[in-house]
């Protein structure tokens, strides 16, 4: 592996807990690769972010070239796995393998911070923090992710959401879940284009 760059706010959890949360830091690894560290409130626990340079989005978008992905959380509470739970140095490890493995098959790398992304970091922290982690996770499985998974977190409206809650609550059996999802997604496809919505600010 190549010598990672030493970063003395990142390198060790004592380091990182002083950081200021729910705001990224990030770190040079090597030419149009960075690692970022970002801590929320809710969690407690930082996660890390491989942000690439990444041509076809450059080509598409110029102001906007980057692609990101989530690579895990930091060991800011647990020891490091080297699979979900990762150190400093064992993030830009697997930031650089998945930077070499895209740009050597062409690929493209996720784009912006989805709802599956959001509800994969939550679902790591309730297993973490709370009991009813199976069925948290049937719920979200059933009733988020069928109509929001790729929609980006950013671009989720208020209104959008209060048609989606209204559309769960009036189907109150869990085993018409899957109906219910379907309908969710249609009443969110008959959302008029021109209505005036304030953007959903997610903390």
């Given at each position: 592996?190549?010598?990672?760059?030493?970063?003395?706010?990142?390198?060790?959890?004592?380091?990182?807990?002083?950081?200021?949360?729910?705001?990224?830091?990030?770190?040079?690894?090597?030419?149009?690769?960075?690692?970022?560290?970002?801590?929320?409130?809710?969690?407690?626990?930082?996660?890390?972010?491989?942000?690439?340079?990444?041509?076809?989005?450059?080509?598409?978008?110029?102001?906007?070239?980057?692609?990101?992905?989530?690579?895990?959380?930091?060991?800011?509470?647990?020891?490091?796995?080297?699979?979900?739970?990762?150190?400093?140095?064992?993030?830009?490890?697997?930031?650089?393998?998945?930077?070499?493995?895209?740009?050597?098959?062409?690929?493209?790398?996720?784009?912006?911070?989805?709802?599956?992304?959001?509800?994969?970091?939550?679902?790591?922290?309730?297993?973490?923090?709370?009991?009813?982690?199976?069925?948290?996770?049937?719920?979200?499985?059933?009733?988020?992710?069928?109509?929001?998974?790729?929609?980006?977190?950013?671009?989720?409206?208020?209104?959008?959401?209060?048609?989606?809650?209204?559309?769960?609550?009036?189907?109150?059996?869990?085993?018409?879940?899957?109906?219910?999802?379907?309908?969710?997604?249609?009443?969110?496809?008959?959302?008029?284009?021109?209505?005036s919505?304030?953007?959903?600010l997610?903390r």
């Amino acid at each position: 592996m190549a010598r990672t760059v030493r970063n003395s706010n990142l390198e060790t959890r004592s380091a990182r807990l002083k950081l200021t949360r729910e705001r990224f830091f990030w770190c040079g690894v090597s030419k149009g690769l960075a690692l970022g560290y970002r801590r929320t409130r809710k969690t407690g626990w930082g996660t890390w972010t491989a942000r690439l340079l990444d041509p076809a989005r450059q080509a598409r978008s110029p102001e906007s070239p980057y692609s990101y992905v989530l690579i895990g959380r930091a060991d800011d509470y647990e020891d490091a796995d080297g699979r979900e739970i990762l150190t400093y140095h064992q993030a830009a490890d697997k930031a650089r393998e998945l930077a070499a493995t895209s740009r050597g098959a062409g690929l493209e790398l996720t784009g912006p911070y989805t709802v599956e992304d959001a509800a994969r970091d939550y679902l790591l922290w309730f297993r973490v923090h709370r009991k009813s982690y199976a069925a948290t996770k049937t719920v979200i499985d059933a009733h988020v992710l069928p109509c929001f998974r790729r929609r980006r977190l950013e671009d989720l409206t208020t209104r959008e959401l209060q048609k989606w809650h209204e559309a769960i609550a009036a189907t109150a059996a869990r085993i018409r879940a899957p109906r219910n999802a379907r309908g969710v997604q249609a009443t969110l496809r008959r959302e008029d284009p021109h209505e005036s919505v304030r953007p959903l600010l997610v903390r």
